[in-house]
């Protein structure tokens, strides 16, 4: 006997209703249009975004791409699902969208092959000069965070920079320090905040050390003036002699990962073991022991002239693997890249209880990592768009900017339990929730379900935006 197909598990049918633009699947994505005009980006892209080219604004394109990610959108072409929902289109009070083909020819405006085309043959480490469009996309980054800055009201903020590799098989990818092909753009963030104040697209090949005092300054420039205290917490990628210089005539407070050289090594080993203090981090259970022991003494730069050496006598928190660790770790490796492992170096200025520092400093691990993975993972910057370097730099930089966008929501709009929660869980609980949309009159309704959970998140997002706008 021959059984039936079976047409599905559960007991519905699915069909294609008749047209319907009362009903939307991004009920919430209008609050990331509220708090757009609260910091009043569509003005300010307007006077600042001009490109050649015909048919839709960039304000139109820009917003498009911004909302389409932090949706959810990985590709170019996921536009069409916003494009197609005519009830979201009238709550943001626009008549249409852009679609995919739209949106790759303003990416690709971004591009300009002649800037690329002037790679030296040596060194092949080289970062193209950036276009004036692109350029014009940082303004905007720049004016979001140094509003978002001045409204938080801190007195101190710290500054953090890193690299991280973007794989990717386009023509144009080049193979990483880390393997495989790909790029490796850099950001500067502001730790307290979770907000990207800088970014820097670059090939895979090129060095996270590459240029570090010329990226620093970048995210320095964005601070506003009257800041009372700057910190910056960097990996050993920006030990680098003429920053520290930098940071020192600005008086900026500092830790960075030391350079493990062979001289400062034999001084290390020959530290009594009396000296060195256990190594502790706080829990909720109090302090509990973390396998290593830490210890300070004074290095003095040995580069360039003695005065300068004399001013570069900073504290050098040193850090190793207790002996029982240390012995596990020895049947698996030999040599001189053993010892390097056992143990870490802190250059610092500041003058905190050295394990205290040494803690502080390990926690950039879960701040700008964080808004790496957000980026690149819950956003789009993970997913690169074209072959031309311009347009994946411009693509990149969008998701920055989308990024500090959502952290803006996040901040100033939503209560404790969302405000540092992943981007998954934003589009669950608020952007893509179904409502209807129904006119009245001449006012505009969304409605959600009897009882959403949401509801009064929303409501009250809406208040607090209108508030910003009004500051």
């Not at 008549?95 to 085309?117: C, I, N, S």
């Not at 993975?373 to 730099?393: H, Y």
């Not at 803006?408 to 589009?427: D, F, G, I, V």
Request: glycine share 8%.
């Amino acid at each position: 006997m021959i059984r039936p197909l079976r047409q599905s598990l559960l007991p519905f049918k699915c069909e294609m209703m008749d047209r319907d633009d009362t009903l939307t699947g991004f009920g919430g994505l209008p609050l990331l249009h509220e708090m757009m005009l609260a910091l009043e980006l569509p003005r300010f892209v307007r006077r600042t975004l001009k490109l050649k080219g015909k048919g839709w604004e960039e304000w139109r394109l820009l917003e498009a791409l911004i909302v389409m990610t932090v949706a959810g959108g990985e590709h170019m072409g996921d536009i069409a699902m916003l494009k197609s929902d005519g009830a979201y289109h009238r709550l943001i009070g626009n008549e249409g969208m852009p679609g995919p083909k739209a949106v790759e020819r303003f990416l690709k405006r971004f591009h300009d092959q002649a800037l690329v085309d002037e790679r030296p043959l040596f060194p092949r480490s080289w970062v193209p000069k950036e276009t004036k469009a692109l350029q014009s996309l940082g303004k905007i980054d720049r004016h979001i965070a140094r509003k978002l800055i001045e409204r938080s009201g801190l007195a101190t903020v710290t500054i953090e920079n890193d690299a991280t590799v973007v794989t990717s098989h386009k023509d144009g990818a080049l193979a990483t320090y880390k393997g495989g092909v790909g790029y490796l753009p850099v950001i500067g963030t502001i730790a307290e905040l979770g907000i990207v104040i800088a970014d820097e697209f670059r090939d895979g090949n090129v060095a996270p050390a590459h240029d570090v005092l010329g990226f620093f300054k970048r995210c320095f420039s964005v601070i506003p003036k009257g800041m009372h205290h700057i910190r910056t917490r960097l990996d050993g990628a920006y030990y680098d002699h003429d920053l520290i210089d930098f940071l020192g005539r600005e008086k900026i407070s500092f830790t960075i990962t030391g350079e493990k050289r062979a001289g400062i090594l034999d001084w290390i080993e020959r530290i009594p073991d009396q000296e060195w203090k256990p190594l502790t981090k706080i829990t909720e259970q109090g302090s509990v022991p973390t396998g290593r022991e830490w210890t300070e003494i004074d290095w003095v730069s040995a580069n360039g002239s003695q005065e300068q050496m004399r001013d570069r006598t900073y504290r050098y928190l040193v850090t190793r693997k207790t002996a029982d660790q240390w012995e596990l770790f020895q049947e698996e490796a030999a040599g001189e890249v053993v010892r390097k492992e056992r143990y870490e170096l802190i250059v610092t200025n500041m003058k905190w209880e050295g394990d205290r520092l040494i803690r502080w400093h390990h926690e950039r691990g879960g701040t700008i990592e964080h808004v790496n993975k957000q980026i690149k993972s819950d956003l789009a910057g993970g997913t690169l768009p074209c072959a031309e370097f311009g347009a994946n730099a411009a693509w990149w930089r969008i998701q920055c900017i989308a990024q500090n966008l959502v952290q803006a929501l996040q901040l100033h709009a939503l209560p404790e339990e969302l405000s540092t929660c992943r981007l998954k869980k934003l589009r669950l609980w608020l952007f893509c929730i179904a409502g209807r949309v129904i006119k009245t009159g001449r006012q505009i309704i969304i409605k959600l379900r009897h009882g959403h959970p949401s509801f009064e998140i929303y409501r009250d997002a809406r208040r607090l935006i209108a508030n910003m706008a009004g500051t």
